[in-house]
Every structure is written in structure tokens, then in C-alpha cells.
């Protein structure tokens, strides 16, 4: 647990924007079809395709709290699920926040 712990904390170190996701879920393919429409730059990790990623969601739930995917950061933040990601997208937010990100050319 302590390895997917690190591993998870340095993904999200790393990148502006990560997307840990299933692939099977409608909910995840949602969230990243918004990030794909604004041109987010962002990496998705399919959790269900990667051979540690039962114990990454298990550290992910001791990180954010979160244990459902779509379990999105921006900027190193934790956001949500898909419904913050869209409730962010419909008000505006999302794009201001990709931009301070880096994520997403002004």
C-alpha cells in the first residue's frame, strides 16, 4: 500500500492534470471528453488496464478521500468526480483553472 500510496502522490506531482479513471465507466469517458473539447493537456491512468491499479484506487481513497472514479487534480488539487469536473466546465471554472495549470494555452 505504501508504494501505490507513492506512486499515486508523485503522478499527481507530476502532472498538471491527471484523470485516474476505469475505462469500462461512462462517468470517466464523460470527464475526459470534456478535458479533450477545451484541448486540456492532461494524462488519464485507467486504473482497471494497470496491474497495481486496485491497490492506487485503494490509495487514492487514503489520499482524497474519494474512492469512486472519475478521481480528477488539476494543478496538484484534488476536484472531484466527473459531476465537479462538469460543474466546473458549466460555470466557467474548469478553463480558468487549466489555464493556471499550465494545462491549457491561453
Same mark, same amino acid.
Given at each position: 500500500?505504501?508504494? #501505490?500510496?507513492?506512486?499515486? !502522490? @508523485?503522478?499527481i506531482? %507530476?502532472?498538471?492534470?491527471?484523470? *485516474? ?11 475526459k @471528453?470534456? &478535458?479533450?473539447?477545451? +484541448? #486540456?493537456? *492532461?494524462?488519464?491512468?485507467? &486504473? %482497471? @488496464?494497470?496491474? %497495481?491499479? #486496485?491497490?492506487? !484506487? %485503494?490509495? &487514492?481513497?487514503?489520499?482524497?478521500? !474519494?474512492?469512486? /472514479?472519475?478521481? /480528477?487534480?488539476?494543478n ?15 460555470? +466557467? @471554472? ?9 494545462? &491549457?494555452?491561453?
Amino acid at each position: 500500500m505504501a508504494e #501505490a500510496n507513492t506512486k499515486v !502522490q @508523485q503522478i499527481i506531482k %507530476d502532472n498538471a492534470v491527471v484523470v *485516474f479513471s476505469k475505462s469500462y465507466c461512462p462517468y470517466c469517458r464523460a470527464t475526459k @471528453q470534456v &478535458l479533450s473539447k477545451i +484541448g #486540456a493537456d *492532461f494524462k488519464a491512468y485507467e &486504473l %482497471d @488496464q494497470l496491474p %497495481d491499479g #486496485a491497490a492506487m !484506487q %485503494d490509495a &487514492l481513497e487514503e489520499i482524497t478521500g !474519494q474512492r469512486t /472514479v472519475p478521481n /480528477v487534480h488539476i494543478n496538484h488539487k484534488h476536484i472531484g468526480g466527473n459531476s465537479d469536473v462538469q460543474d466546473l466546465y458549466k460555470s +466557467g @471554472q474548469l478553463e480558468k483553472l487549466l489555464k493556471e495549470s499550465g494545462a &491549457l494555452k491561453a
